[in-house]
């Protein structure tokens, strides 16, 4: 009895640990299949020269050129390991501007423990006529997700740093076209970091916090909780529309009226929905605002 108790033990033991291997090793295998489909994404990150740290009266802050950088995106792969989408760009004091700027993207090394590296050119004349970008990522989630670094820069600002995330918005051989007017709707809360330009001379950081409340015809109001530069902003009415495309990109407008005055302040943003409409990544589109970046989260429906 005590033998045939013993051998149902190991034989258990042997078949959990024969299914924790085989689930383990499943989720380890990543092929170019893994990763095809749509995917929204963002690359945040900066570039930081000639810092001085011998001299207190810029402690803490930096000398010299620093450049904060930020995109924001969309890209469909296929099952050959290419990728064609498009991205808005912030870089420093230029902004790219409202239409969005067309990516192809390769992935020239995919290995069965979903790390790789893909590879894409960018333009931004007249600053950047044709740089050669390379990224190491790291997919994870069964190709929900993917994290990234940039590993080669040719062409391009070399000292540039970032890293990438990118979220699938639906799979290969999915319907195209899931999103649209309803996929903006109920009550999200956005987040945003900005550089907000005073005059030519002087820009100020800027973080705010909107809570909208989105109609199903698109129309929002909401209010603002805003601190830039020296001032904050506590409870600032704020109204705009959502546009929502079939493929999940979005343009919006962020309307309010400057403290004191009848002064209609527009600005326009723009971004790329995922998890069914529940979040987003976005950025303004704005010559006072050349660096922005923003997320939106549905909070309630």
């Known amino acids: 009895m005590r033998n045939k108790i013993t051998i149902f033990?190991?034989?258990?033991?042997?078949v959990s640990s024969g299914i924790a291997v085989s689930s383990t090793q499943a989720h380890e295998k990543c092929s170019l299949q893994t990763m095809t489909g749509t995917y929204a994404f963002y690359?945040?990150?900066?570039?930081?020269?000639?810092?001085?740290?011998n001299n207190p009266a810029y402690l803490p802050y930096f000398v010299g050129g620093i450049a904060p950088f930020v995109t924001v995106g969309e890209v469909t792969f296929t099952s050959e390991g290419v990728g064609d989408g498009f991205y808005w760009i912030s870089i420093g004091a230029i902004n790219g501007g409202e239409k969005p700027i067309p990516v192809h993207v390769t992935i020239t090394e995919m290995n069965?423990?979903?790390?790789?590296?893909?590879?894409?050119?960018?333009?931004?004349?007249?600053?950047i006529p044709s740089a050669t970008i390379e990224e190491r990522f790291i997919l994870f989630d069964d190709g929900?997700?993917?994290?990234?670094?940039?590993?080669?820069i040719s062409g391009g600002i070399e000292t540039l740093a970032w890293f990438g995330v990118g979220q699938r918005i639906r799979k290969s051989g999915e319907p195209a076209h899931s999103c649209g007017p309803h996929t903006a709707n109920g009550t999200y809360l956005l987040t945003a970091e900005n550089i907000v330009l005073r005059d030519i001379h002087e820009g100020v950081a800027d973080t705010l916090f909107i809570r909208e409340d989105v109609s199903h015809s698109g129309r929002y109001t909401g209010t603002l909780y805003e601190k830039n530069g020296a001032l904050s902003i506590d409870v600032l009415p704020v109204f705009g529309t959502y546009t929502v495309n079939a493929d999940c990109s979005f343009s919006s407008t962020l309307?309010?009226?400057?403290?004191?005055t009848n002064e209609l302040v527009t600005i326009v943003i723009n971004g790329v929905f995922f998890d069914e409409g529940k979040q987003y990544y976005a950025l303004a589109i704005d010559a006072g605002v050349p660096?922005?970046?923003a997320m939106g989260e549905r909070i309630s429906q």
């Open 9 to 14: 033990v190991i034989m258990g033991l042997l």
């Open 43 to 53: 690359e945040k990150g900066s570039s930081l020269l000639n810092f001085d740290p």
């Open 112 to 127: 069965r423990d979903c790390t790789g590296k893909f590879q894409y050119n960018v333009t931004l004349p007249p600053f």
């Open 144 to 152: 929900r997700e993917y994290r990234s670094v940039p590993i080669s």
């Open 255 to 260: 309307k309010f009226y400057l403290l004191g």
């Open 291 to 293: 660096y922005s970046f």
